[in-house]
């Protein structure tokens, strides 16, 4: 991974590259290293408070609103029509407006304590962990290259005859009200996601991961902890596609790359917030504006019908985009735009902030 010269994979001001051990310290604590809680700790701490949050937030706002009922005889019903791992079993699922907007709204609550908790803990500023303030120019044009790879990949499968429209399904002001709706939804869905694999998790796995990167190379000790960090979590995001009725095993691949571009744009900005507004203009022009599915599934009150034709390595077949050979060099391609569009800046810090006397 190369790095801009005023890009920070340099040490904390003040901190050493090599280990901060006192060389009268002899023994091992197994909570607290030199970055302060351990990773593993951590992380467990993260992941259990984001289930537990998350399953408290649900079952309030599902009972205070009624829908509690309704929410549990859905979920059985899809357990019954889909299997996990369905990578042999397409079947293309239409995915509802408003329930889409309630779980990534309490999806997003859950990480969000979660990673307040774990600043409180672990003293740092909740900023370090990717969502500090934002940073407009970033989240611009993150929008603009998610907006324009989708048209552009859609574009290929246009010209190639490998997606056909077949349809308006939308007309009159209902089309406003639609895409302004799920663009919402898409910005919760885009920050949910990419706080839950790429905020918390990425910033404590990659100081988790300093000493190995030390023994590799004292000089680049944090570009290559922080280059296997997103090895990690982009796998993590592939695997939490793979129980998505309709995927196909182009379709994880490409989810898997996406992850590494998101997680490159984290490294080259400082913050997630190119890759909040990619994500969302990326699921948005698939769900609404272009009509496709989105690993298996389509947008109630999208703008089109359309079908795909053709190969399915090609045309991606009811997986949509993401299932398309084609969707490999436009990730490509994205990466080079972040090198070349993008303003390089700091890391955050890898030690937590000093005690208050």
Do not use: C
């Amino acid at each position: 991974m190369n790095t801009p010269a005023n890009e920070v994979a340099l040490p904390d001001k003040g901190e050493s590259p090599t280990p901060l051990v006192s060389k009268n310290e002899n023994r091992i604590n197994v909570f607290v290293g030199r970055f302060g809680l351990r990773a593993g700790w951590g992380i467990a701490i993260y992941f259990v408070s984001v289930v537990l949050s998350s399953i408290i937030f649900n079952v309030v706002i599902l009972a205070a609103t009624g829908r509690s009922v309704e929410v549990v005889a859905r979920y059985k019903a899809h357990n019954v029509i889909h299997k996990p791992l369905g990578l042999a079993h397409q079947v293309t699922t239409v995915i509802a407006l408003d329930s889409t907007a309630i779980s990534a709204v309490l999806g997003l609550a859950g990480v969000a304590f979660a990673s307040w908790l774990l600043s409180l803990i672990e003293r740092r500023r909740i900023g370090v962990y990717g969502i500090g303030r934002l940073r407009l120019t970033d989240f611009l044009l993150g929008s603009l290259s998610g907006l324009t790879s989708l048209s552009l990949l859609i574009g290929l499968l246009s010209a190639g005859n490998y997606l056909v429209f077949d349809s308006r399904a939308l007309n009159g002001p209902i089309v406003a009200i639609y895409g302004i709706a799920w663009l919402i939804t898409y910005l919760i869905v885009g920050l949910l996601e990419e706080y839950l694999n790429r905020g918390y998790l990425q910033y404590t796995l990659t100081r988790g991961l300093m000493s190995l990167g030390e023994r590799v190379s004292a000089t680049h000790s944090r570009e290559i902890a922080f280059g296997i960090a997103a090895v990690a979590v982009s796998t993590l995001f592939a695997a939490g596609h793979l129980f998505n009725p309709g995927e196909s095993a182009v379709g994880i691949i490409a989810t898997f790359l996406l992850g590494i571009v998101f997680s490159y744009a984290l490294w080259r900005t400082g913050s997630l917030w190119w890759a909040i507004g990619f994500h969302m203009f990326w699921d948005w022009a698939q769900s609404f504006l272009f009509s496709v599915p989105d690993s298996g599934a389509l947008s109630a009150g999208r703008l089109f019908q359309s079908h795909p034709r053709g190969d399915q390595l090609l045309s991606g077949g009811s997986v949509g985009p993401e299932g398309s050979l084609l969707v490999i060099p436009t990730l490509l391609l994205v990466m080079l735009t972040i090198r070349i569009f993008t303003r390089p800046d700091l890391q955050p810090p890898l030690k937590p902030r000093s005690r208050i006397p």
